[in-house]
């Protein structure tokens, strides 16, 4: 099956994913997930709030447990409730550790598409991390780049599951025919998981304009952009080379937003690598 094949190009990939959201049995995933991170975005966020909506959630509690006991935080021993595991994380860091969860459990997972899934999943969370560890080391307000870097590549897990819907489904295609696709794909498959997913406008216009750098940009794309850069850099890239590099100029001026010298900019990419060789 060539690249011209006509069973999949972007207009029938967008189309399978808009009937997917159209039917009368698919809701969209991660809904807890993506409420947590609206709950989180607000000015006036109250603690009982944010705790309520993590215990009504076992997957979030889990994680939110799991994280507080983490050696980095668990000088008092283990973490025994939400609450003592706010306190101790923090609200960001709580709000990454549950999106990270919510998107690995239920966005990243396609019967039948391990393999491709499984590569956007590697590239997408490579990328989160790297994306924070970024904004910590800038002295600019960065929030969110950790689920701004996680959700960048949300629309490629939504082409895939929209492979399992038909005319596709019956079909093998070949990876070097999808990944391109996808990619052309991304833009208004973006579009409709934010309209899907009824995304804070603090994060969906971020996502829109992800690929757009110029005098408008803030340290928080700035740090998404560079992030899947590094990511890239380190062996977590998209296959067959269906993205093109980001090219140096942009790469400099996500730097100079971040006000970063290039010298911890080797730093973080240093740290990146070693946090991801304990996942991978």
Same mark, same amino acid.
């Given at each position: 099956?060539?690249?011209?094949d006509?069973?999949l190009?972007?207009?029938?990939?967008?189309?399978? #994913?808009?009937?997917?959201?159209?039917?009368?049995?698919?809701?969209?995933?991660?809904? /807890?997930?993506?409420?947590?991170?609206?709950?989180?975005?607000?000015?006036?966020?109250?603690?009982?709030?944010v705790?309520?909506?993590?215990?009504?959630d076992?997957?979030?509690?889990?994680?939110?447990?799991?994280?507080?006991?983490?050696p980095?935080?668990?000088?008092?021993?283990?973490?025994?409730s939400?609450?003592?595991?706010?306190?101790?994380?923090?609200?960001?860091a709580? #709000?990454d550790?549950?999106?990270e969860?919510?998107?690995?459990?239920?966005?990243?997972?396609?019967?039948?598409h391990?393999?491709?899934?499984?590569?956007?999943?590697?590239?997408?969370?490579?990328?989160?991390?790297?994306s924070?560890?970024?904004?910590?080391?800038?002295?600019?307000?960065?929030?969110?780049?950790?689920?701004?870097?996680l959700?960048?590549?949300?629309?490629?897990a939504?082409?895939?599951?929209?492979?399992n819907?038909?005319?596709?489904?019956s079909?093998?295609?070949? /990876?070097?025919?999808?990944?391109?696709?996808?990619?052309?794909a991304?833009?208004?498959?973006?579009?409709?998981?934010?309209?899907?997913?009824c995304?804070?406008?603090?994060?969906?216009?971020?996502?829109?304009?992800?690929?757009?750098?110029?005098?408008?940009t803030d340290?928080?794309?700035?740090?998404v952009?560079?992030?899947?850069?590094?990511?890239?850099?380190l062996?977590?890239s998209?296959?067959?080379?269906?993205?093109r590099?980001?090219?140096?100029d942009t790469?400099?001026?996500?730097r100079?937003?971040l006000?970063l010298?290039?010298?911890?900019?080797?730093?973080?990419?240093?740290d990146?690598?070693?946090?991801?060789?304990?996942?991978?």
């Amino acid at each position: 099956m060539g690249s011209s094949d006509p069973l999949l190009n972007v207009a029938v990939l967008v189309s399978n #994913v808009e009937g997917m959201f159209a039917a009368p049995h698919f809701r969209p995933p991660i809904v /807890p997930a993506l409420s947590l991170l609206a709950l989180s975005q607000m000015p006036s966020v109250k603690f009982a709030d944010v705790v309520a909506l993590v215990e009504a959630d076992s997957l979030f509690r889990s994680s939110a447990l799991r994280l507080a006991s983490a050696p980095g935080y668990a000088s008092a021993g283990p973490a025994r409730s939400v609450d003592q595991a706010l306190l101790r994380v923090g609200l960001q860091a709580l #709000v990454d550790e549950c999106v990270e969860a919510a998107m690995t459990t239920h966005v990243f997972h396609a019967s039948g598409h391990e393999l491709s899934m499984d590569v956007v999943r590697r590239h997408s969370i490579a990328a989160a991390h790297v994306s924070r560890l970024l904004s910590r080391r800038s002295s600019r307000p960065a929030e969110n780049a950790f689920a701004l870097g996680l959700l960048r590549n949300a629309a490629l897990a939504a082409g895939i599951h929209a492979l399992n819907t038909s005319p596709l489904w019956s079909h093998r295609i070949k /990876p070097a025919v999808v990944w391109p696709v996808l990619v052309a794909a991304r833009p208004e498959l973006t579009r409709r998981l934010i309209r899907a997913w009824c995304l804070p406008p603090s994060i969906a216009d971020r996502l829109q304009s992800h690929e757009t750098v110029g005098a408008s940009t803030d340290a928080t794309q700035a740090a998404v952009l560079l992030g899947h850069a590094i990511a890239d850099d380190l062996g977590f890239s998209l296959p067959y080379a269906c993205e093109r590099p980001i090219e140096t100029d942009t790469l400099e001026l996500c730097r100079a937003v971040l006000g970063l010298r290039l010298s911890e900019v080797n730093a973080v990419t240093n740290d990146a690598r070693k946090l991801l060789e304990r996942f991978y």
